[in-house]
């Protein structure tokens, strides 16, 4: 980071040591660190100087940093927004995400990993700010809107990995794989990366089972074609060249489906709805 480019970082919490231990290990990385001990004192800081980056704990004395978060997101220009907290129950995440926090990292981490992240979520490009609509946020009905970015999938996978905390670490891998392999053939095929589109997420949790719905906005990938490439796309279409979705940044297509159909019990695809449904089967 240059000297002529210093973002400036507002730190929140009411742990003073890690408060101090987080500022200087961002000041040592090229960052303009201020603090603040709760949320008043917080937003009193952000009325007063433009900040790039808020790190904000949630449990705050008072005032939560949701609350915080809220008010926050009523600015004109509100700063990018890391949450941190030690309380990841899926009603906390999803009230974070609704409120569009930018990412979510829980207590306690190496404080090395703080400047990791902040450079990842100022460096992420314009399209990273685009807002994910929260249709449903209970627990065991989840549904959402996202844009077709790959930034989106990447947010929306970190919050999906936390929800699914509690699973079994072989259980959490294989839903974490199938969703994420699903999302982004979504999101590169059927939304071809356009963010003026979204993809419409689901994800139903009972006792014994867990079901995600994913409808692609576009021609994706048919699953009963499995496994060729550019799956659903016409020969004439432009993004079925491999030119062309090496430019884009875009993955071969197709072939990532084949190992999701062995991380779920099942794996269901809708043409006539352009949809793609998948369960898994936990133990009582």
Known sequence: MTATARPRVLVVDD??????AIASLLDAAGYQTEQARDGP?????????????LLLDIGL???????????????????????MTADDTPEILLRSFQEQADRFIRKPFPPRRIVE????????????????????ARPEWVELLVPCTREAAGRLE?????LDANLAPDVRESIAYAFRELLLNAVEWGGKLDPSRTVRIACLRA???????????????????????????PADDPIAHMHVREAKGIRPGGFGLLTVRASVDELLYNEQRNEVVFIKYLDS
């Open 15 to 20: 742990d003073g040591a890690l408060r101090l």
């Open 41 to 53: 004192e917080a937003l009193r800081k952000l009325q007063h100087q433009q900040v790039e980056l």
């Open 61 to 83: 004395p008072g005032m939560s940093g949701l609350d915080v978060l809220a008010e926050t997101r009523r600015q004109p220009a509100p700063p990018r927004i890391i949450m």
């Open 117 to 136: 992240i902040a450079n990842d979520v100022l460096s992420a490009s314009p399209t990273a700010t685009l807002p994910i609509e929260v249709v449903s």
């Open 158 to 162: 970190t919050v999906m990995a936390h």
């Open 207 to 233: 006792n014994r089972m867990l079901m995600y719905r994913i409808a692609d906005p576009g021609t994706g990938f048919d699953i009963e074609q499995l496994p060729h490439a550019a799956i659903g796309q």
